[in-house]
């Protein structure tokens, strides 16, 4: 359960954006949808507790972004959030599994090998797992990035144009992974996009 | 050091170190004179010519072992004529023993024309000194004469009494006026000695004086520069190293921004990057040291089986330095310094303005 009132950020020498005040239900499946230059990453960052409040208040389950410190901030994202970004950026010196374990390791979580089987199974990899990212094709090394994100079981899945890269074939089978996945994990999902392709899967729309 | 006129530094090489062929040989008459002189304390005998598989036969008395500390690890001294007693890496390299017997070759390296009439006997093996003693046969004056006497073996030798004996080879009349040995090793009895006895020697006689350390500290002064300019030569290595270090680790720092700025994403603290920065450029000039001083050693392991005269020089691959562990301590500081600027970017990433601006 996300909930914004009053939310605007300032850029240094730019005018202010207003964002509309939200309520995503927990599990909710929404699309940020904007022109370039709308705030759409800028919203998302800061729902996502990547860039500092200015104004405004943000509750996620019940905690107050504007009220944790810097590495208060690092600790919730860890266990709160998954991220999914336009380019993948996994470690290309590591395998699959690894590079999964990475994203518990990273937020002081156990690194629960379970799970990272689970997970690949979820997205059809099971048989990737010892493989380098390096020997992977483009879409596979996406829903490596999918896993990475949903590994930790957060609430809350944040996806920055994950689409636009992608012919119509590819962005709707994404979009179906990502969806299907958030419901497997009972998770929050928001995609930020310009990609009105998406609208197809999911019906809930934000716009800026 | 007392010889045949000619180089000091070739007597010393000769002498000393056992690397350099002798400047010539000098009467045993002459030689008694000296070592009966009032600012002599000891004087020994050294007589070189043969060799065995490049190891010198030094004829000398038990006074020169003593000189080193050398001890028995078996057998015994040499006591007789054709009686050796071996250093440890003779020992160890041509696999000789106690009772062996072998015949030696005329000059001081290989392929000189051997003496089979006169084989030597082993008597003993002594320990590791670490010294030029353990690359050494040692034997008495009068077996490196004896080898080479070929015409008078039959004639009748008249024995001295302790009157008219060699004061250094008692073995031979003092006045024997053909015996010959290649150098005399003189302790002074007093300081004034070592101003005296040199110039008397090098002006008075047909001989020559020269000090180990001084001879010494002359050839390095010459190779000093060598040595020097090697030395610079490594300093200015390690600083294009380091440099190299600190921009291959700041280079990859900018194609990693994105990387950083997602590992925060994901929960990873400042402080974690910072650690991850630090402990990959220790772990790579670590790395980098140990690997180097790993092929520095094999390097020096190829040379000491490719080049035999290192093996007698007493070089040894396997010989580790202090130093080389303040190479390790000091890559390591290496690693953290060049890291600083890394890891200071790391701490300062800021998350939203790298993954929104790409």
């Known amino acids: ?208 | 050091m007392v010889g045949a006129k000619g180089s000091p530094l070739q007597l010393i090489l000769c002498n000393v170190f056992h690397v350099d062929f002798p400047t010539g040989n000098i009467k045993l008459i002459d030689a008694d004179r000296l070592a009966k002189h009032r600012l002599v304390k000891h004087a020994i005998p050294l007589a070189l010519g043969d060799s065995y598989q490049n190891y010198r036969i030094v004829g000398t008395i038990p006074a020169y072992a003593e000189l080193y500390k050398a001890e028995l690890a078996s057998g015994d001294w040499w006591k007789n004529e054709m009686e050796v007693t071996i250093g440890a890496a003779v020992a160890q390299h041509l696999k000789l023993k106690a009772g062996d017997t072998f015949a030696s070759a005329h000059g001081l390296s290989d392929g000189g024309h051997a003496h089979e009439a006169h084989p030597f006997v082993v008597k003993g093996v002594l320990k590791p000194t670490h010294t030029v003693l353990d690359n050494l046969i040692l034997t008495q004056v009068a077996s490196i004469w004896m080898v080479h006497e070929h015409t008078d073996e039959e004639a009748p030798v008249a024995r001295p009494d302790s009157t008219t004996a060699s004061v250094l080879v008692p073995s031979v009349m003092a006045t024997d006026s053909t015996k010959e040995i290649t150098s005399l090793l003189i302790k002074y009895r007093n300081p004034i000695a070592a101003i005296q006895l040199p110039r008397y020697i090098n002006s008075q006689t047909n001989m020559q004086a020269a000090s180990p350390s001084f001879e010494a500290a002359r050839l390095f002064s010459i190779l000093g520069v060598g040595i020097e300019a090697m030395t610079g030569f490594a300093y200015v290595l390690i600083f294009i190293s380091a440099l190299s270090i600190f921009i291959a680790l700041y280079n990859s720092l900018k194609e990693r921004r994105y990387d950083l700025a997602i590992m925060r994403s994901m929960g990873a603290s400042r402080a974690k990057l910072v650690w991850a920065t630090q402990l990959e450029g220790v772990w790579l000039t670590l790395w980098g040291s140990m690997l180097g001083i790993a092929l520095g050693h094999a390097v020096l392991y190829l040379f000491t089986q490719w080049i035999t005269e290192s093996q007698t020089a007493g070089i040894n691959s396997m010989t580790f330095y202090n130093e080389e562990l303040y190479l390790l301590i000091g890559s390591v500081l290496l690693g953290m310094v060049c890291s600083l600027i890394p890891s200071l970017q790391a701490y300062r990433t800021d998350i939203h303005k790298v993954l929104a601006g790409n």
């Not at chain 1, 759409?40 to 509750?59: A, M, P, W, Y």
């Not at chain 1, 993948?88 to 799970?115: F, I, T």
């Open chain 1, 1 to 208: 359960m996300i909930t914004t009132k009053s939310v605007s950020y300032t850029y240094p020498s730019a005018s202010e954006i207003v964002f509309p005040d939200l309520s995503i239900p927990a599990a909710g499946q929404f699309l940020l949808l904007g022109e370039s230059g709308s705030g759409k990453t800028t919203l998302l960052h800061l729902l996502g507790g990547l860039l500092k409040l200015q104004r405004g208040t943000i509750d996620v389950n019940g905690t107050a972004l504007s009220g944790l410190n810097e590495s208060q901030l690092d600790r919730f994202r860890g266990r709160n959030y998954g991220f999914i970004f336009q380019r993948n950026h996994l470690l290309a010196a590591l395998s699959v599994e690894q590079n999964l374990l990475m994203a518990p390791y990273l937020a002081g979580l156990k690194q629960d090998h379970h799970r990272v089987d689970e997970v690949l199974t979820q997205l059809g990899m099971a048989d990737q797992k010892k493989k380098r990212i390096r020997e992977l094709s483009l879409g596979q090394a996406q829903r490596v990035a999918i896993a990475r994100a949903v590994l930790n079981k957060p609430s809350v899945i944040i996806a920055d144009e994950p689409t636009s890269a992608l012919d119509d074939k590819n962005c709707s089978r994404v979009a179906a992974l990502l969806t299907s996945v958030a419901e497997q994990n009972r998770a929050t999902l928001i995609i930020a996009t310009h990609d009105h392709r998406l609208k197809d899967t999911i019906k809930n729309v934000i716009q800026l």
